[in-house]
Protein backbone atom coordinates (compact mmCIF):
# COMPACT_ATOMS: atom_id res chain seq x y z
CA UNK A 1 0.00 0.00 0.00
CA UNK A 2 0.95 3.81 -0.86
CA UNK A 3 1.29 4.35 2.53
CA UNK A 4 3.81 1.36 3.30
CA UNK A 5 6.04 3.28 0.83
CA UNK A 6 10.10 4.38 1.65
CA UNK A 7 10.19 7.83 1.19
CA UNK A 8 13.64 10.38 1.31
CA UNK A 9 13.25 13.93 1.85
CA UNK A 10 16.76 15.82 0.83
CA UNK A 11 16.70 19.89 1.34
CA UNK A 12 18.96 22.17 3.29
CA UNK A 13 15.89 23.45 5.27
CA UNK A 14 15.46 22.01 8.17
CA UNK A 15 12.20 23.58 8.92
CA UNK A 16 11.16 22.25 5.48
CA UNK A 17 11.94 18.87 5.91
CA UNK A 18 9.93 19.04 9.40
CA UNK A 19 7.33 20.21 7.62
CA UNK A 20 7.16 17.66 5.27
CA UNK A 21 7.70 14.90 7.64
CA UNK A 22 5.04 16.07 10.19
CA UNK A 23 2.37 16.84 7.05
CA UNK A 24 3.44 12.83 5.35
CA UNK A 25 3.38 11.01 9.09
CA UNK A 26 -0.52 12.69 9.83
CA UNK A 27 -1.41 11.30 6.19
CA UNK A 28 -0.14 7.60 7.41
CA UNK A 29 2.93 7.52 6.16
CA UNK A 30 5.68 5.39 8.08
CA UNK A 31 9.48 5.40 6.54
CA UNK A 32 10.12 8.45 6.13
CA UNK A 33 14.17 8.97 6.11
CA UNK A 34 15.67 13.07 5.74
CA UNK A 35 19.02 14.37 5.03
CA UNK A 36 20.45 17.82 4.11
CA UNK A 37 23.32 16.81 2.08
CA UNK A 38 23.88 15.24 -1.57
CA UNK A 39 26.73 13.17 -0.43
CA UNK A 40 24.50 11.80 2.92
CA UNK A 41 21.36 11.23 0.33
CA UNK A 42 23.31 8.70 -2.08
CA UNK A 43 24.91 6.83 1.03
CA UNK A 44 21.30 6.05 1.91
CA UNK A 45 19.91 5.20 -1.64
CA UNK A 46 22.84 2.58 -1.62
CA UNK A 47 22.14 1.36 1.27
CA UNK A 48 18.31 1.34 1.17
CA UNK A 49 15.62 0.86 -1.25
CA UNK A 50 13.10 4.01 -1.34
CA UNK A 51 9.84 4.07 -3.51
CA UNK A 52 9.95 7.89 -3.80
CA UNK A 53 12.81 10.59 -3.53
CA UNK A 54 11.85 14.48 -2.73
CA UNK A 55 14.88 16.44 -3.82
CA UNK A 56 15.82 20.22 -3.93
CA UNK A 57 18.44 21.26 -6.34
CA UNK A 58 19.90 23.66 -4.44
CA UNK A 59 22.31 21.54 -1.63
CA UNK A 60 25.32 22.98 0.07
CA UNK A 61 27.81 19.57 -1.71
CA UNK A 62 26.35 19.06 -5.12
CA UNK A 63 23.70 20.64 -7.70
CA UNK A 64 20.33 18.83 -6.78
CA UNK A 65 20.41 18.49 -10.61
CA UNK A 66 23.97 15.89 -10.32
CA UNK A 67 21.94 14.37 -7.81
CA UNK A 68 19.38 13.21 -9.41
CA UNK A 69 21.22 11.70 -12.60
CA UNK A 70 23.20 9.66 -9.96
CA UNK A 71 20.33 8.56 -7.78
CA UNK A 72 18.40 7.95 -11.13
CA UNK A 73 21.10 5.42 -11.61
CA UNK A 74 20.37 3.32 -8.61
CA UNK A 75 16.77 3.24 -9.12
CA UNK A 76 13.31 3.56 -10.74
CA UNK A 77 11.54 5.09 -7.58
CA UNK A 78 10.02 8.33 -8.90
CA UNK A 79 11.87 10.96 -7.98
CA UNK A 80 10.72 14.92 -7.73
CA UNK A 81 12.25 17.88 -7.47
CA UNK A 82 10.53 20.84 -4.44
CA UNK A 83 12.71 23.72 -5.27
CA UNK A 84 12.39 28.08 -5.37
CA UNK A 85 14.33 27.61 -8.62
CA UNK A 86 10.94 27.30 -11.33
CA UNK A 87 11.62 28.92 -14.47
CA UNK A 88 11.14 26.64 -17.79
CA UNK A 89 14.87 26.24 -17.72
CA UNK A 90 15.37 24.69 -14.42
CA UNK A 91 11.83 22.15 -14.89
CA UNK A 92 13.56 21.42 -18.56
CA UNK A 93 16.40 20.47 -16.75
CA UNK A 94 15.06 18.71 -13.76
CA UNK A 95 13.31 16.39 -15.81
CA UNK A 96 16.21 15.87 -18.17
CA UNK A 97 18.15 14.56 -15.32
CA UNK A 98 15.80 12.00 -14.51
CA UNK A 99 12.54 13.47 -12.09
CA UNK A 100 9.31 12.43 -13.00
CA UNK A 101 7.76 15.59 -11.31
CA UNK A 102 8.66 19.11 -10.29
CA UNK A 103 6.73 21.03 -7.70
CA UNK A 104 7.69 25.21 -6.73
CA UNK A 105 8.42 26.45 -3.57
CA UNK A 106 6.18 27.97 -2.13
CA UNK A 107 4.08 24.95 -2.07
CA UNK A 108 0.70 23.78 -0.50
CA UNK A 109 1.81 20.18 1.49
CA UNK A 110 -1.28 18.58 0.34
CA UNK A 111 -0.36 19.31 -3.25
CA UNK A 112 2.62 17.13 -2.21
CA UNK A 113 0.87 14.59 -1.01
CA UNK A 114 -1.48 14.33 -3.71
CA UNK A 115 1.27 14.19 -6.53
CA UNK A 116 3.36 11.51 -4.27
CA UNK A 117 -0.35 9.39 -4.00
CA UNK A 118 -0.60 9.48 -8.05
CA UNK A 119 2.71 8.71 -8.61
CA UNK A 120 3.11 6.24 -5.75
CA UNK A 121 -0.53 4.23 -6.58
CA UNK A 122 1.52 3.87 -10.64
CA UNK A 123 4.45 2.11 -9.31
CA UNK A 124 3.48 0.37 -6.69
CA UNK A 125 0.69 -1.57 -8.30
CA UNK A 126 -2.70 0.36 -6.53
CA UNK A 127 -5.45 -0.48 -7.46
CA UNK A 128 -6.38 0.61 -10.87
CA UNK A 129 -9.00 -0.73 -13.46
CA UNK A 130 -7.83 -3.59 -15.29
CA UNK A 131 -6.19 -3.25 -18.15
CA UNK A 132 -6.68 -5.61 -21.45
CA UNK A 133 -5.39 -9.27 -20.62
CA UNK A 134 -4.04 -9.71 -24.19
CA UNK A 135 -1.30 -8.56 -25.64
CA UNK A 136 1.17 -8.53 -23.45
CA UNK A 137 3.79 -7.57 -25.88
CA UNK A 138 2.91 -5.25 -28.17
CA UNK A 139 4.86 -4.99 -31.89
CA UNK A 140 5.09 -2.22 -33.53
CA UNK A 141 7.74 -2.96 -36.01
CA UNK A 142 10.44 -0.64 -34.99
CA UNK A 143 10.47 -1.14 -31.16
CA UNK A 144 8.68 -4.02 -28.98
CA UNK A 145 6.96 -3.47 -25.89
CA UNK A 146 6.60 -6.14 -23.20
CA UNK A 147 4.58 -4.71 -20.10
CA UNK A 148 4.64 -7.75 -17.86
CA UNK A 149 8.72 -7.06 -18.03
CA UNK A 150 8.89 -3.34 -18.45
CA UNK A 151 10.77 -3.66 -21.23
CA UNK A 152 11.10 -1.40 -24.32
CA UNK A 153 13.29 -2.92 -27.29
CA UNK A 154 14.22 -0.30 -30.19
CA UNK A 155 15.73 -1.85 -33.30
CA UNK A 156 16.24 -4.95 -31.37
CA UNK A 157 18.36 -3.62 -28.42
CA UNK A 158 16.31 -2.87 -24.97
CA UNK A 159 16.34 0.98 -24.40
CA UNK A 160 16.42 2.53 -20.67
CA UNK A 161 12.71 3.68 -20.10
CA UNK A 162 11.93 5.72 -16.63
CA UNK A 163 8.88 4.06 -15.07
CA UNK A 164 5.94 7.39 -16.02
CA UNK A 165 7.29 7.12 -19.44
CA UNK A 166 6.89 3.61 -19.58
CA UNK A 167 3.17 4.02 -17.90
CA UNK A 168 2.97 6.50 -20.99
CA UNK A 169 3.95 4.18 -23.42
CA UNK A 170 1.58 0.99 -22.43
CA UNK A 171 -1.34 3.56 -21.93
CA UNK A 172 -0.87 3.92 -25.65
CA UNK A 173 -0.31 0.57 -26.57
CA UNK A 174 -3.70 -0.72 -25.19
CA UNK A 175 -5.31 1.95 -27.24
CA UNK A 176 -3.82 2.42 -30.32
CA UNK A 177 -4.58 4.60 -33.37
CA UNK A 178 -7.18 6.31 -30.70
CA UNK A 179 -6.89 10.37 -29.51
CA UNK A 180 -6.73 11.28 -26.01
CA UNK A 181 -6.49 15.09 -24.83
CA UNK A 182 -3.68 15.80 -22.67
CA UNK A 183 -6.40 15.68 -19.69
CA UNK A 184 -6.86 12.84 -20.49
CA UNK A 185 -3.93 11.40 -20.73
CA UNK A 186 -2.66 12.59 -17.14
CA UNK A 187 -6.15 11.10 -15.77
CA UNK A 188 -5.50 7.95 -17.10
CA UNK A 189 -1.52 7.43 -16.65
CA UNK A 190 -0.96 9.95 -13.41
CA UNK A 191 -4.57 8.55 -11.81
CA UNK A 192 -4.99 11.92 -9.67
CA UNK A 193 -7.53 11.55 -7.36
CA UNK A 194 -7.44 14.91 -6.36
CA UNK A 195 -8.12 15.86 -9.70
CA UNK A 196 -5.22 18.33 -10.00
CA UNK A 197 -3.66 18.30 -14.15
CA UNK A 198 -0.39 19.29 -15.09
CA UNK A 199 0.35 20.03 -18.76
CA UNK A 200 3.72 20.77 -18.82
CA UNK A 201 4.12 16.77 -16.97
CA UNK A 202 2.54 15.49 -20.13
CA UNK A 203 4.12 17.01 -22.91
CA UNK A 204 8.00 16.60 -21.12
CA UNK A 205 6.70 12.78 -21.11
CA UNK A 206 5.62 12.69 -24.40
CA UNK A 207 9.03 14.13 -25.49
CA UNK A 208 10.99 11.55 -23.52
CA UNK A 209 8.84 8.72 -25.52
CA UNK A 210 9.73 10.11 -28.57
CA UNK A 211 13.22 10.28 -27.58
CA UNK A 212 13.13 6.01 -27.30
CA UNK A 213 10.68 5.04 -29.66
CA UNK A 214 10.88 7.41 -32.92
CA UNK A 215 13.93 7.53 -35.16
CA UNK A 216 13.65 11.35 -35.41
CA UNK A 217 11.44 12.40 -32.51
CA UNK A 218 11.57 16.00 -34.20
CA UNK A 219 9.17 14.26 -36.73
CA UNK A 220 7.63 11.63 -34.88
CA UNK A 221 5.69 8.76 -37.06
CA UNK A 222 4.34 6.60 -34.03
CA UNK A 223 3.59 9.14 -31.11
CA UNK A 224 1.77 11.91 -33.55
CA UNK A 225 0.19 15.23 -32.33
CA UNK A 226 -3.49 15.67 -33.66
CA UNK A 227 -3.47 19.41 -33.74
CA UNK A 228 -6.19 20.92 -31.45
CA UNK A 229 -7.12 17.30 -29.72
CA UNK A 230 -4.04 15.30 -28.58
CA UNK A 231 -1.97 12.63 -29.32
CA UNK A 232 -2.23 8.85 -30.30
CA UNK A 233 0.12 5.98 -31.48
CA UNK A 234 -0.37 4.74 -34.73
CA UNK A 235 -0.03 1.08 -35.33
CA UNK A 236 2.35 0.09 -38.35
CA UNK A 237 1.08 0.64 -41.88
CA UNK A 238 -0.89 3.43 -40.34
CA UNK A 239 2.24 6.47 -40.07
CA UNK A 240 1.72 9.52 -41.22
Known sequence: MEKEAKILLVDDEEAILHMLKTVLQKEGFVYIDTCTRAEQALRLVEERRYDL???????????????CSAVRQRTKAPIFFLTAKGTDFDKLSGFAHGADDYITKPFHPLEVVARMKAHLRRTMGMAAPAAPPEPK????????????????????????????VFSLLVFFCQHPNRVFTKEQIYDHVWKDEYGLFDENTVMVHIHKLRQRIEENPGQPKYLLTVRGLGYKLVTPGRQA
Open 53 to 67: LILDVMLPDKNGFEL
Open 137 to 164: IYDFGRFQVNADAAELIVGGEQVDCPAQ
